[in-house]
C-alpha cells in the first residue's frame, strides 16, 4: 500500500454518515487537489471495505460514480444511511 493511499484511506474514514464527498475533495483534503482519478483508483483497492466507508465518495456532480462492490450496492449503501448529497464541505 502506497503512503497516497493511506491518506486517501484516513481521509475517506472520516466521512461522518449519511454524508458524502467527492473524490475531488478527498484530494484537496490531501494536499492533491488535481489527483481525483487516483482518489478513485486507490478506492477501487480499498483493503479495508468494512472499515473505510468508501461508498460515501461520489461524483462531484453528485453522481454515484464507481464502487468495487458495484453501484447499486453502493446507492443501497448509501440509501440506508440516508446520505444527503449536498457535497458542501
Same mark, same amino acid.
Given at each position: ?5 493511506? +491518506? ?11 454524508? /458524502? =464527498? &467527492?473524490?475531488?475533495? %478527498? ?17 477501487? +483497492? ?11 465518495? /461520489? =461524483? &462531484?456532480?453528485?453522481? %454515484? ?25
Amino acid at each position: 500500500m502506497t503512503l497516497f493511499e493511506k +491518506k486517501v484511506y484516513k481521509a475517506v474514514s472520516r466521512i461522518p454518515r449519511g454524508k /458524502v =464527498r &467527492s473524490y475531488k475533495q %478527498i484530494a484537496e483534503d490531501i494536499g492533491s487537489p488535481r489527483a481525483y482519478r487516483a482518489v478513485g483508483n486507490a478506492l477501487n +483497492k480499498n483493503p479495508y471495505i468494512g472499515q473505510v466507508p468508501c461508498h460515501r465518495v /461520489v =461524483r &462531484s456532480t453528485g453522481a %454515484i460514480g464507481g464502487f468495487q462492490k458495484g453501484a447499486q450496492l453502493k446507492l443501497r449503501l448509501l440509501k440506508k444511511e440516508r446520505a444527503s448529497f449536498n457535497l458542501s464541505k
